[in-house]
C-alpha cells in the first residue's frame, strides 16, 4: 500500500466548506445516538456531488489522478447519511460492494484507478475504509430503518476484526491492511507490526458496537489512545505516519 491523498480533506478543501461538514461529524452524539442531519450551507451538498460524485456512485480523489479507494467511499457514505440522502447512500454504497468488495475475505480492495484494466490495482484492503464503510452501513441502517445494511455492518466489522485485529504489546490493534504490516511481513525491516495512527477512527469504534459486539472495541479504543500517548517523535512530539509497535514500544517504522 502506498501513501494516499485523502479524498476527504482534499474535497472539502477544493470547494470550501471544510468547516460545515468537519463540525458535523465532530459535533454529532455519536456513540449515544444516530447521526443528525447536517445543516448545509446552500448548495454544499448538490456542488460535493457535482465535483466529487460520479453518476455510477464512485467517489473521485481528484488531487490524486481520479483514483477511487475505499476510505473515499465510506467518507461519501457518511456525508450521505448527514445529507440525508438515501439514494445517493445506496449509490454510493452499490458502487462500492461491485468494484471494490472483490477480496475473498469480506474485505475491500483500497485501490480503483480508472485508466486501467483491471480496474483494482492494488487488492490490499486499508482497514481504515472498512471502519469508514461500516460506521456509515450502522449510520444508514438506524436513519432509514435498514436492517439489512446494520447486517452489512456487522459483517464488514467483523471480517475486519478477523482479518487485521492481532494481539500486541499495546493491546489488540488494527493492522494497516491484511498484507506488508505484520512482524512476519515486515521481516527484511525487523520492525513489525507496523500501524498508522490515524486509521483509529474513533468515532466508528464507538459506534460499531451496535453491529458486532462481540469485537473487543474497548481494547481497539483503549490501544489507539496508549499509541497516541506514545507515538510523540521528534522536537514537534507528533506521530509518524507509520509506526513500529514491535515489543511494545512505539517508534518510527
Known sequence: MTRRIRTFRAAFAAIG????????LAQT?????????????AGTWAGWKSAFLKPEGRIVDNANGDIS?????GYGMLLAVLADDPATFERIYGWTRRELMVRPDGLAAWKWEPDKTPNVTDRNNASDGELLIAW??????????????LNDAARLATDLDRAVGIRSGLGRVFLPGV???????????????????????????DRLGRAAPRVDWDGYRASGYTLLRMAKFG????????????????TPA
Open 17 to 24: 466548506w471544510s468547516l460545515a461538514a468537519g463540525v458535523a
Open 29 to 41: 452524539p455519536m456513540a449515544s445516538a444516530q447521526m443528525e442531519p447536517a445543516t448545509w450551507p
Open 69 to 73: 479507494h475505499s476510505e473515499g467511499q
Open 136 to 149: 456509515a452501513l450502522v449510520e444508514a441502517a438506524e436513519r432509514w430503518n435498514k436492517p439489512d445494511y
Open 179 to 205: 498484507d506488508g504490516f505484520s512482524a512476519a511481513h515486515r521481516e527484511k525491516e525487523a520492525d513489525g507490526p507496523v500501524v498508522n495512527p490515524s486509521y483509529w477512527v474513533f468515532p466508528a469504534i
Open 235 to 250: 522536537s514537534a512530539g507528533l506521530p509518524t505516519e507509520w509506526v513500529s509497535i514491535k515489543g511494545g514500544q512505539a
